[in-house]
T-cell receptor, first 111, second 114 residues
Framework: SQQGEEDPQALSIQEGENATMNCSYK?????LQWYRQNSGRGLVHLIL?????REKHSGRLRVTLDTSKKSSSLLITASRAADTASYFC???????????FGTGTRLTVIP | EPEVTQTPSHQVTQMGQEVILRCVPI?????FYWYRQILGQKVEFLVS????????KSEIFDDQFSVERPDGSNFTLKIRSTKLEDSAMYFC????????????FGPGTRLLVL
């Protein structure tokens, strides 16, 4: 399977703390994308990191990619209650054009 | 900011009925996709579409499914004879380029088959 697996499955933190979510995958990839999904709602694209990139920032988000370990992490700094959602990594395997989604991490930020 | 739109947001249908889910991709995008998410499960790829034909499809996308771009803006997913197990959230996505670019997702259509 090319699908990613997120870790942890659920994470609960206090507002203001940092949240780190990890994603592992199995095949070579072209890029890896992180998405956010509020309960029962659509997927919101957060950030894309290409296979030749190691780190990327967007506002309070920091994404790292280690292709040798086939893993990525998403760090949300200074979390807010509004960050409460499920976060998914999605890989674009080399040679494919469809995304393979992970199982997701359910983040709860307690005010 | 341009976004992918989908209609309807919710659809309830009887088993065996045909449904058509509609999507309007971002206007300058050339690649279109359908994914689905059964409640509590992963998002799964169904089909990709480019230049008026299917580019790739998954095992899920069997003969009961079809896609069409009937005009310059809409992209549709048809399920000919719905089954109970077709109940899911269906997401449309579009991207500007093949393979390397961000896929932007619509808000989804929640389909319930009774």
């Amino acid at each position: 399977s090319q699908q990613g697996e997120e870790d942890p499955q659920a994470l609960s933190i206090q507002e203001g703390e940092n949240a780190t979510m990890n994603c592992s995958y199995k095949t070579s990839i072209n890029n890896l994308q992180w998405y956010r999904q509020n309960s029962g709602r659509g997927l919101v694209h957060l950030i894309l990191i290409r296979s030749n990139e190691r780190e990327k920032h967007s506002g309070r988000l920091r994404v790292t990619l280690d292709t040798s370990k086939k893993s990525s992490s998403l760090l949300i700094t200074a979390s807010r209650a509004a960050d409460t959602a499920s976060y998914f990594c999605a890989t674009l395997p080399t040679g494919a054009n469809n995304l393979f989604f992970g199982t997701g991490t359910r983040l709860t930020v307690i005010p | 900011e341009p976004e992918v739109t989908q209609t309807p947001s919710h659809q309830v249908t009887q088993m065996g009925q045909e449904v058509i889910l509609r999507c309007v991709p971002i206007s300058n995008h050339l690649y279109f996709y359908w994914y689905r998410q059964i409640l509590g499960q992963k998002v799964e790829f169904l089909v990709s579409f480019y230049n008026n034909e299917i580019s790739e499809k998954s095992e899920i996308f069997d003969d009961q499914f079809s896609v069409e771009r009937p005009d310059g803006s809409n992209f549709t997913l048809k399920i000919r004879s719905t089954k109970l197990e077709d109940s899911a959230m269906y997401f449309c996505a579009s991207s500007e380029a093949w393979r390397k670019e961000t896929q932007y997702f619509g808000p989804g259509t929640r389909l319930l088959v009774l």
